[in-house]
């Protein structure tokens, strides 16, 4: 799998492999199956950078991005994944005295995007 981001987000390379997913399903599935530090440390070093990265990321029309950028988009919507979990609920992987999550699945969840 190449993992190579654009150069200025090359320092987010480390967590291409978990994280660059290109469906919903398979964001929340990772959510799910990461600890709250795996979760903690990724939102951590992204969050900061989501303003460049939505900057760069706007040159581009959403059907035609490089694959670099392609692969900086999907990782990008795996903070929006995790942002909750860490912003609110404790680091926890899912949400707090609610239903079982994982019995819904996305209708559109497995699209590309």
């Given at each position: 799998?190449?993992t190579?981001?654009p150069?200025?987000?090359?320092?987010?390379?480390?967590?291409?492999?978990?994280?660059?997913l290109?469906?919903?399903?398979?964001?929340?599935?990772a959510?799910?199956?990461?600890?709250?530090?795996?979760?903690?440390?990724?939102?951590?070093?992204?969050?900061?950078?989501?303003?460049?990265?939505?900057?760069?990321?706007?040159?581009?029309?959403?059907?035609?991005?490089?694959?670099?950028?392609?692969?900086?988009l999907?990782?990008?919507?795996?903070?929006?994944?995790?942002?909750?979990?860490v912003?609110?609920?404790?680091?926890?992987?899912?949400?707090?005295?609610?239903?079982?999550?994982?019995?819904?699945?996305?209708?559109?969840?497995?699209?590309?995007n």
């Open positions: 799998m190449d190579s981001l150069e200025a987000f090359r320092d987010l390379e480390r967590f291409v492999q978990v994280w660059s290109p469906s919903q399903n398979q964001r929340e599935a959510r799910r199956a990461s600890s709250a530090q795996e979760r903690k440390e990724f939102y951590g070093a992204a969050v900061p950078r989501l303003a460049a990265i939505i900057d760069y990321l706007n040159q581009f029309p959403l059907g035609s991005m490089p694959e670099d950028a392609q692969r900086l999907h990782l990008t919507l795996s903070v929006a994944e995790i942002a909750p979990n912003e609110l609920y404790k680091g926890s992987a899912t949400v707090p005295f609610s239903f079982e999550e994982s019995r819904f699945v996305a209708a559109h969840g497995d699209r590309k």
